[in-house]
């Protein structure tokens, strides 16, 4: 059984740019969410998806955005961004929307410049 | 953002000893979670809680999932140099707009001196 896998590892990106992160979720995981980290912070909750649709959503603007593809692996897009964009981007899959348990991949460095 | 209070901030312990940490919220939550994040990677799920008052054990991990709801525990016996990284608790709520959403808090820094 694969893990949560997430790419690219790191990136550095300049000011107003847009961005795309990747995930692949656990095998036999349907849904998966997206969270913002900040240095010496606690996950933020961005949005899930669930069946290709997003069915809940954090406190953060339209310039991010989401997919999520029939093989459950799902995409987070930020559009215009802004030096606060820079932390840590985490994936986490789980098996149902009530997601019991969410495992996390490694995280996407973000270093916005 | 809405977030937790975990305490403490930062654990500073010796090698052998037993550490407790705890949660709490003004929201009740139906599922918790804690999680240890050592740096540069993703949290890793520890112990998972379903119904208030349950307590679970994972090896030298035991966490309580308090019975108001808005509560949890997570204690360490006997620790260990490994046991250093980041420990977060994060509550769920299966309900409203954030459905699935987790909570997490602040974080717990635990330093373990062999």
């Known amino acids: 059984e694969t893990g949560v896998t997430q790419s690219p590892t790191h990136l550095i990106k300049t000011r107003g740019q847009q961005v795309t992160l990747r995930c692949s979720s656990q095998s036999g995981h349907n849904t998966v969410s997206w969270y913002q980290q900040a240095l010496g912070q606690g996950p933020q909750f961005i949005f899930q998806y669930y069946r290709e649709e997003e069915n809940g959503r954090g406190n953060f603007p339209p310039r991010f955005s989401g997919l999520q593809f029939p093989n459950y692996s799902s995409e987070l897009n930020v559009n215009a961004l802004e030096l606060d964009d820079s932390a840590l981007y985490l994936c986490a899959s789980s098996r149902g929307r009530a997601n019991t348990e969410a495992f996390f991949g490694q995280g996407t460095r973000l270093t916005v410049v | 953002g809405q977030q937790l209070n975990q305490s403490p901030q930062s654990m500073f312990i010796q090698e052998g000893e037993d550490v407790s940490m705890n949660c709490t919220s003004s929201?009740?939550?139906?599922?918790w979670l804690w999680y240890k994040q050592d740096p540069g990677e993703g949290p890793v799920l520890l112990i998972a809680l379903y119904k208030a008052g349950e307590l679970t054990s994972n090896g030298r991990l035991t966490a309580q999932f308090g019975i108001t709801r808005k509560d949890s525990f997570l204690n360490i016996s006997a620790s260990i140099p490994s046991d250093v990284g980041i420990y977060f608790c994060?509550?769920?709520?299966?309900?409203?707009?954030?459905?699935?959403?987790?909570?997490f808090g602040q974080g717990t820094i635990l330093t373990v001196h062999p």
């Open positions: 929201s009740i939550f139906n599922t």
């Open positions: 994060a509550g769920r709520d299966a309900g409203g707009t954030s459905y699935g959403k987790l909570t």
